[in-house]
């Protein structure tokens, strides 16, 4: 019985875990009036592919096609200087990785 019943616990606690991270990883998806600002301040470099690319374009929803978006696998000439993906560009400046919606507003002033 004793045993039955630690597996049971694990199974439960592990559950709970899981539904917490899954819970915590769905970031609400931005505006259509910050997206629209942020795209008119920065460019998203991309490459098919690249899941951390999924994860940050997610986060515009339905509002990611205001944002200029180049995917460096369709467009290699354009992504000379890009060595990670994704990238933005903003002001002349480089920021390599996912950024969270309140980083990109606070880099492009759209707050």
């Known amino acids: 019985m004793k045993k039955n019943n630690l597996i049971t616990f694990v199974i439960i606690i592990a559950i709970i875990i899981f539904a ?14 910050i997206a629209k600002c942020i795209g008119e301040n920065s460019v998203l470099y ?41 990238t933005w560009i903003i002001d002349g400046e480089k920021y390599e990785g996912v950024q969270t919606i309140e980083k990109l507003q606070e880099l492009t002033g759209c707050e």
């Open 46 to 86: 991309t490459q098919l592919g690249c899941s951390h690319c999924e994860e940050q374009e997610e986060m515009f929803g339905d509002h990611l096609q205001y944002l200029n978006v180049i995917d460096c696998f369709y467009e290699r000439d354009k992504c000379d200087e890009i060595i990670a993906t994704p």
């Open 20 to 33: 917490f991270f899954a819970i915590n990883k769905s970031s609400p998806e931005t505006t259509e009036e």
